[in-house]
């Protein structure tokens, strides 16, 4: 009898937690996909990756940016199928093996063309951009699009956008360091009608560094109407001082953890710790050990 009631209450746990997501532990790949530590990122705790680098063109095609010395850019979609490669899409994909802890990959853009192209040709699934992004999502087996505007902030095409990428089957999801009335108004635009677990726009990764550094996550969740995912950013040479140790990165997840507003935390970025030589290991425990 114990026995049996401590399984239905752990199903339960289980049951909440995968509908509040309550436990998103990711981390943003900035390194090319293909010269990064896999092992290292599907073995370390994170369940969400998020690729970096993402990019669209003028007629709609969808480029790789590499971001990493030695590699070079690939254009991933062209004329509504995929050009990137067997060897990208087999690494990509491999991110959700069976043997991963990774449960959730998302490709991360800015809003380069977006506006244009959704009032020309306009947001129909049967468009390039559109079509475009169905064969990157087959192809690799993508989860969400996420949405890294630092600089357009343009609402109405950015909920088309997001609709768009809807119908096609990807959730949607920002990486907001300023501008709350902006994510404010995309967020319940993009929601509107709907309720968790079916949110188009389902998750914030609140940037708390660099100029996000005064970020109050709580604050910006009650502002959004959505729990947020605070990201710091790794040890890293380019700019010291927002570089987080394991240890200060556990302290911040804490503090912020028992503030409330929310539902994991995260990291920025991948290069960094291999060109520093810190340790997944220990960054990946430092969010199991707040959001298990
Ligand atoms: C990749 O990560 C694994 C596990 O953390 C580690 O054992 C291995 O040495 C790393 N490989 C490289 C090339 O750094
Ligand atoms: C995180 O916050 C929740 C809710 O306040 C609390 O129950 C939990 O113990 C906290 N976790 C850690 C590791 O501090
Ligand atoms: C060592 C180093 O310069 N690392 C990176 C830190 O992050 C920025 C992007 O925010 C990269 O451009 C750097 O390469």
Redesign the pocket.
Known sequence: MILYSLIRLLLIELLLRSVLGANIRAIYLFKDVLKSNTTALTNSGFNSLVIFGVGILEDGSIMYYSNTPGSTDVKIASGGTYTGGDALAAKVKSFKASSSSVDRVEISMNSQHVKDLMAKPGPGTDTPLAKNFAAVKTAWGLDAVNNDDESLYDVGSTVTFAKMLNKIGYKYTGAPYTNTAFWKSVISQANQGLAEPNLLFDRAYLQCYDGGAGNIPSSWASTLGLKVVPLVWVTNDSKPSYGTTPTAAKTK??GW??S?GVVGGGYWNDYDIEKMGTSYTEYGAALS????
């Open positions: 997840f804490q953890n028992s409330g050990s707040v959001f298990p």
